[in-house]
Antibody, heavy 116, light 109 residues
Framework: QVQLQESGPGLVKPSQTLSLTCTVS??????????WSWVRQPAGKGLEWIGR???????NYNPSLRSRITVSVDTSKNQFSLNLSSVTAADTAVYYCATEGSEAYWGQGILVTVSS | QTVVTQEPSLTVSPGETVTLTCASSTGAVTSGYYPNWFQQKPGQVPRRLIYSTSNKHSWTPARFSGSLLGGKAALTLSGVQPEDEAEYYC?????????FGGGTKLTVL
């Protein structure tokens, strides 16, 4: 069974970089079956697609966040990661990692608060 | 900036049929946008119900169906149940970029 688990700091200071990791189990991240995505949701608001990466390392990003985002894959650890730079309070949200493909698996989400 | 628009809220009675729609600011939604539909209940992780316009998962109740309707993607619930009360989000594919709609809050009264 495919499972995804987000990890990282729950509190980030303004102007710093938010770094999250998604650990994948039940499938090899290099299998090519899925693309690997990040989605976020501010409290009480809707879902926002952040970006995705393929096994080959090709990436696609939300245009409104593109200048601040990096998504990468570590096949040796079966993980993929999100870096979001120059964060502000507006980046406070629950961050989800998810698969994209014929099956859509989501992590449980991790709340990241941007505050000094 | 591409905008995907959904009805902010809908209210329906149990047993009725309701259709939620998903429109794109770029024009008519076609199968090439691979419409996805997600259901999210309070405090829960979103769960995908429909992908590629009309494909269901094994866990998708039969009363849910996806289609294209009048230039929009549509999610129809036939015979709404109280447990269908939730937020519903569509997701459209724009080449490599994906965009979520703002969500429809479905209330079952």
């Amino acid at each position: 069974q495919v499972q995804l688990q987000e990890s990282g700091p729950g509190l980030v200071k303004p102007s710093q970089t938010l770094s999250l990791t998604c650990t994948v189990s039940g499938v090899s991240i290099s299998s090519g079956i899925y693309h690997w995505s990040w989605v976020r949701q501010p409290a009480g608001k809707g879902l926002e697609w952040i970006g995705r990466i393929s096994t080959s390392g090709s990436t696609n990003y939300n245009p409104s966040l593109r200048s601040r985002i990096t998504v990468s894959v570590d096949t040796s650890k079966n993980q993929f990661s999100l870096n979001l730079s120059s964060v502000t309070a507006a980046d406070t949200a629950v961050y989800y990692c998810a698969t994209e493909g014929s099956e859509a698996y989501w992590g449980q989400g991790i709340l990241v608060t941007v505050s000094s | 900036q591409t905008v995907v628009t959904q009805e902010p809220s809908l209210t329906v009675s149990p047993g009725e049929t309701v259709t939620l729609t998903c429109a794109s600011s770029t024009g008519a939604v076609t199968s090439g946008y691979y419409p996805n539909w997600f259901q999210q209940k309070p405090g829960q992780v979103p769960r995908r119900l429909i992908y590629s316009t009309s494909n269901k998962h094994s866990w998708t109740p039969a009363r849910f169906s996806g289609s294209l309707l009048g230039g929009k993607a549509a999610l129809t619930l036939s015979g709404v149940q109280p447990e269908d009360e939730a937020e519903y989000y569509c997701l459209l594919f724009y080449s490599g970029v994906r965009v979520f709609g703002g969500g429809t809050k479905l209330t079952v009264l």
